[in-house]
T-cell receptor
Framework: AQTVTQSQPEMSVQEAETVTLSCTYD???????LFWYKQPPSRQMILVIR??????QNATENRFSVNFQKAAKSFSLKISDSQLGDAAMYFC??????????????FGKGITLSVRP | EPEVTQTPSHQVTQMGQEVILRCVPI?????FYWYRQILGQKVEFLVS????????KSEIFDDQFSVERPDGSNFTLKIRSTKLEDSAMYFC??????????????FGPGTRLLVL
C-alpha cells in the first residue's frame, strides 16, 4: 500500500517570500501521479499542481513549482512570492497510474501554511 | 466555473441514527468519490463509483455505508447506523475521466458530521 507523509504540521512565511512544503511518499510502483491540493478556510479543496512520475521535468504552475526526486520519493512544493491568499492547508496526494476506475487519491496529513503580512 | 456542491454543510445526529450526505457532482463528470477526514487526521478514501456501481471501496466502507446516484445528478452517501467514530468531514469529489493524467478530481466543500 502507498503512504504519503507530510511531517511538518505548520509553516509560516512572510508575504512576498518563498516557502517550501515537504512531502515524502512510499510506493513499490514505478508509475504514478503526485498532486498538491490547497484547502483554504472556505474548505473547497483545489488542485494546485500535479506531476507525472515518468517525467523528469519538474512541474510548474505560475508561482508554484515542485521538486520531484523520484529516487528519494520526495515531492516538495515551492511557493514563490507568497501572497496572503496562499494561506491554507496544503495536502500532498498520490495516485497510481492505472487506467479504469482505480484512481483513488492517497493523501498526506496536510500542512497549515500561514502568511504574515 | 462549475463546482461540486454538498449538503448539508453541517450535520449533527444521534448515535445509531441514519444520515444521508448529498453531493451534486459536476454535470458532465462520470466518476464519483467519497473521502473523509477525521479531525486532525488524513483525508481517507472511502469509495469510488462509476456507471452506477461501486468501482473500489476501502476497508472503512463497511456494510453500514452505501452510495447511490438516485436521479442522475445527486450522489449520496448513506450511513445506516452512525457510530461516534463516524464523526468527520466528508468530502465528495468527481472527475471526468479516471484513467488519464488529464483527469482532476474536483472536491466539494465537505459536510461536517458530528455523531453524539
Amino acid at each position: 500500500a502507498q503512504t504519503v507523509t507530510q511531517s511538518q504540521p505548520e509553516m509560516s512565511v512572510q508575504e512576498a517570500e518563498t516557502v517550501t512544503l515537504s512531502c515524502t511518499y512510499d510506493t513499490s510502483e514505478s508509475d504514478y501521479y503526485l498532486f498538491w491540493y490547497k484547502q483554504p478556510p472556505s474548505r473547497q479543496m483545489i488542485l494546485v499542481i500535479r506531476q507525472e512520475a515518468y517525467k523528469q521535468q519538474n512541474a510548474t504552475e505560475n508561482r508554484f513549482s515542485v521538486n520531484f526526486q523520484k529516487a528519494a520519493k520526495s515531492f516538495s512544493l515551492k511557493i514563490s512570492d507568497s501572497q496572503l491568499g496562499d494561506a491554507a492547508m496544503y495536502f500532498c496526494a498520490y495516485r497510481s497510474r492505472h487506467t479504469g476506475a482505480n484512481s483513488k487519491l492517497t493523501f498526506g496529513k496536510g500542512i497549515t501554511l500561514s502568511v504574515r503580512p | 466555473e462549475p463546482e461540486v456542491t454538498q449538503t448539508p454543510s453541517h450535520q449533527v445526529t444521534q448515535m445509531g441514527q441514519e444520515v444521508i450526505l448529498r453531493c451534486v457532482p459536476i454535470s458532465n463528470h462520470l466518476y464519483f468519490y467519497w473521502y473523509r477526514q477525521i479531525l486532525g487526521q488524513k483525508v481517507e478514501f472511502l469509495v469510488s463509483f462509476y456507471n452506477n456501481e461501486i468501482s473500489e471501496k476501502s476497508e472503512i466502507f463497511d456494510d453500514q455505508f452505501s452510495v447511490e446516484r438516485p436521479d442522475g445528478s445527486n450522489f449520496t452517501l448513506k450511513i445506516r447506523s452512525t457510530k461516534l467514530e463516524d464523526s468527520a468531514m466528508y468530502f465528495c469529489a468527481s472527475s471526468a475521466n479516471a484513467g488519464s493524467i488529464q483527469e482532476t478530481q474536483y472536491f466539494g466543500p465537505g459536510t461536517r458530521l458530528l455523531v453524539l
